[in-house]
């Protein structure tokens, strides 16, 4: 069974910076051999994408609302993936999940995620 724990979450001032981590412990399956995602989820609110990578790093999509503040990256030999978050806004307050996708395409369904950390909270006020 595959564990993928979240770290970094936190209370921030808007403009502020925060790194989350998702480190996983899996048995069973090899991190460099699928898609990372991280999501979040506000509220009241459906989860939505927000960034995905590929297998060895080299793709990356991520959505309309995080593009030049937000950056996915991956250390397949610590078999973590992080998301440095900069010039937060209030609006990205809500809890952040990393997610293992896809063995070959970034894709932005949550439904095609297997597995899911526990989330972590990000708060950022204005």
């Known amino acids: 069974q595959a564990q993928l724990v979240e770290s970094g979450g936190g209370w921030v001032q808007a403009g502020g910076s925060l790194r989350l981590s998702c480190v996983c412990a899996a048995s069973g399956w090899t991190f460099s051999n699928y898609v990372m995602g991280w999501f979040r989820q506000a509220t009241g609110k459906e989860r939505e994408f927000v960034e995905g990578?590929?297998?060895?790093?080299?793709?990356?999509y991520y959505s309309d609302s995080v593009k030049g503040r937000f950056t996915i990256y991956r250390d397949n030999a610590k078999n973590t993936v992080y998301l440095q978050m900069n010039s937060l806004k209030p609006e990205d307050t809500a809890v952040y999940y990393c997610?293992?996708?896809?063995?070959?395409?970034?894709?932005?369904?949550?439904?095609?995620?297997?597995?899911w950390g526990q989330g972590t909270q990000v708060t950022v006020s204005s």
């Open positions: 990578i590929s297998r060895c790093g080299g793709s990356i």
């Open positions: 997610a293992r996708g896809p063995a070959l395409s970034i894709v932005r369904v949550a439904s095609s995620y297997q597995y």
